[in-house]
């Protein structure tokens, strides 16, 4: 008879269940859960940084609208104090850079979430697919060589109970044999010599018996074993389970990263265009002071128009552009330039459509 041997250390125990997959899961849910810090920090960055950065341009427009003020009239047959005017230009200019410093520090800081998004999300989606493939290779594995352990377990159960059968019908014949004997003695109708048949038909049934006591113990012993390995076994179908469990929540933190990171993409682009105007026009107003000795009104007014065309980018701008373009226009007196006219022509038609347009702000609490 071949039974699956118990004591030959054909069996292995497998490793806790799922130890390293739960601990993988607990940091994809931390990073998760860390991403989504970073990511709702994104959108109030950027709309401070933007709201104060239109708040800043609205200072320096009032300070343009000094330098406006101060050249009202008649500005090129009077004399003025250039000190007094040089002192307008330059806070005008400080207020224009102070705009683009807030707005440079705030798309730093959104550089900086940016990067932390990715810091904190990559090298944990690529450990983590790694470790998902390790992971569960390993569960095959094990689970494969397991389920041939317990296989063959079965098997030799299965065994071990045909042979019960056989050996149980083999002891009701031995001893119906004996029973018939003992019978036959009684009658004196036993050939061959009483007690020498005895003695050969009770042995054989002690013999078989023994057999069949030898294979009932084999057999519990193996339904004992079964019993203990199915919980085993139980163990690393788990494993297996929870790294298709890992294989599907993956998925959700890489979608999140690449959306946090697309967010925070799309909020920089937006203030760095605000950034680049801005610094066009500390620029332009740096220039204005610069080459302020001896400009005429004329060239003030258009200096004074363009800066008020490139800063309509944001409808809360409007109110100061407009106090600029009525005091250049109410300054002439009705004689305006012809070259001056079509500059504010154009920044009316500009106003008009700033009128209607969304801030700056909205447009960038829209892409959340």
Do not use: W
């Amino acid at each position: 008879m071949a039974f699956f041997p118990l004591s030959q250390g054909g069996f292995t125990t497998p490793a806790p269940a799922c130890s390293d997959a739960d601990d993988l899961l607990r940091a994809i849910v931390d990073t998760g859960n860390r991403l989504s810090e970073v990511s709702a920090r994104l959108q109030p960055t950027a709309a401070r940084s933007s709201r104060t950065t239109i708040d800043r341009l609205e200072r320096a427009m009032m300070k343009a609208y000094n330098v406006a003020v101060f050249i009202r009239g008649n500005f090129d047959n009077h004399e003025h104090d250039q000190s007094e005017l040089d002192d307008l230009l330059e806070q005008t200019v400080d207020a224009f850079q102070e705009a683009h410093e807030i707005a440079t520090a705030g798309l730093r800081k959104l550089g900086d979430y940016h990067a932390l998004a990715v810091e904190t999300a990559d090298p944990m989606i690529k450990h983590a697919r790694e470790e998902i493939v390790r992971l569960r290779q390993h569960a095959i594995a094990e689970l494969g060589a397991f389920q041939g352990q317990f296989d063959a377990a079965r098997k030799s159960a299965d065994q071990a109970y045909r042979n019960i059968r056989m050996e149980s019908q083999a002891y009701q014949r031995a001893q119906h044999r004996y029973e018939g004997d003992l019978q036959k003695c009684a009658n004196g109708t036993l050939i061959g010599g009483p007690f020498g048949v005895l003695v050969d038909a009770r042995r054989e049934v002690e013999e078989v018996g023994q057999s069949l006591s030898e294979s009932q113990r084999v057999y519990s012993e193996l339904q004992d074993l079964i019993q203990t390995l199915k919980p085993q076994r139980k163990s690393l179908r788990i494993q297996l389970c929870q790294t298709e469990y890992l294989s599907a929540v993956l998925p959700s933190l890489e979608a999140a990263s690449n959306a946090t990171q697309s967010h925070g993409l799309r909020l920089q682009t937006q203030l760095s265009r605000l950034k680049d105007t801005v610094a066009r026009l500390a620029r332009r107003a740096s220039d204005l002071q610069e080459c302020s000795d001896g400009f005429s009104k004329d060239e003030y007014a258009m200096a004074l128009l363009e800066i008020c065309r490139k800063v309509l980018i944001d409808p809360a701008l409007g109110d100061e552009v407009r106090i600029i373009r009525n005091e250049i226009v109410n300054g002439y007196g009705g004689n305006i330039p012809v070259r001056i006219k079509g500059v504010v022509d154009v920044v009316d038609d500009l106003m008009k459509a700033m009128f209607s347009a969304p801030s700056i702000c909205g447009e960038i609490r829209e892409t959340m």
